[in-house]
T-cell receptor, first 112, second 118 residues
Framework: KNEVEQSPQNLTAQEGEFITINCSYS?????LHWLQQHPGGGIVSLFM???GKKKHGRLIATINIQEKHSSLHITASHPRDSAVYIC??????????????FGQGTILTVHP | DAGVIQSPRHEVTEMGQEVTLRCKPI?????LFWYRQTMMRGLELLIY????????DSGMPEDRFSAKMPNASFSTLKIQPSEPRDSAVYFC????????????????FGPGTRLLVL
């Protein structure tokens, strides 16, 4: 079992829908990272969070440390949101941030 | 700022050759990350530096891989000797790590180097 699990693996939505991607982890972490990778291959860091909630435009990321769970929400989805979304957890370790472990990614397709 | 700069963008080499990938982080950032992405294994963190010092290299696959950061504006990832299984896209990213709060800010990724080892 992976230390970081994402769901769903594939997600198809219609433009305008509210989207949620989930990330669960089974070990102690010091921070969680949400990444977006577009079909062209470029990677964009969306959020790095260790508690609470962060918002940027139509994107919202939340984390519940007790439940070992994070969610990425997209409001009013748009076809340009189509991408692979990856969560990655910095495992708590001897160094300040420890080892970074990745989920398998969620492929999101938003249809017009 | 031009963002994170990686070179070369593409590299094709033969097994056994030395490969050097280069990265210039965003000016003012104090943390630098090297990642590898393959279809089989997805995205993996190889090593990251804080203030030019390697902090965690547990992701480096084996002794054939080495990374250096001689100064705040330059890092290299070297593979010697290269093998076909090293074929992947290698990303470099930089970030600002705030000691107060012990928090990384957003990471900015370079465009990647697509490596093919024949």
């Amino acid at each position: 079992k992976n230390e970081v699990e994402q769901s769903p693996q594939n997600l198809t939505a219609q433009e305008g829908e509210f989207i949620t991607i989930n990330c669960s982890y089974s070990v102690g972490i010091s921070a969680l990272h949400w990444l977006q990778q577009h079909p062209g291959g470029g990677i964009v860091s969306l959020f790095m969070l260790s508690s609470g909630k962060k918002k940027h435009g139509r994107l919202i990321a939340t984390i519940n440390i007790q439940e070992k769970h994070s969610s990425l929400h997209i409001t009013a989805s748009h076809p340009r949101d189509s991408a692979v979304y990856i969560c990655a957890a910095f495992l708590a370790g001897g160094t300040s941030y420890g080892k970074l472990t990745f989920g398998q990614g969620t492929i999101l397709t938003v249809h017009p | 700022d031009a963002g994170v700069i990686q070179s070369p963008r593409h590299e094709v080499t033969e097994m056994g050759q030395e490969v050097t990938l280069r990265c210039k982080p965003i000016s003012g950032h104090n943390s630098l990350f090297w990642y590898r992405q393959t279809m089989m294994r997805g995205l993996e963190l190889l090593i990251y530096f804080n203030n030019n010092v390697p902090i965690d290299d547990s992701g480096m696959p084996e002794d054939r891989f080495s990374a250096k950061m001689p100064n705040a504006s330059f890092s290299t990832l070297k593979i010697q000797p290269s093998e076909p299984r090293d074929s992947a896209v290698y990303f470099c990213a930089s970030s600002l790590y705030r000691i107060v709060g012990q928090e990384f800010e957003t990471q900015y990724f370079g465009p990647g180097t697509r490596l093919l080892v024949l």
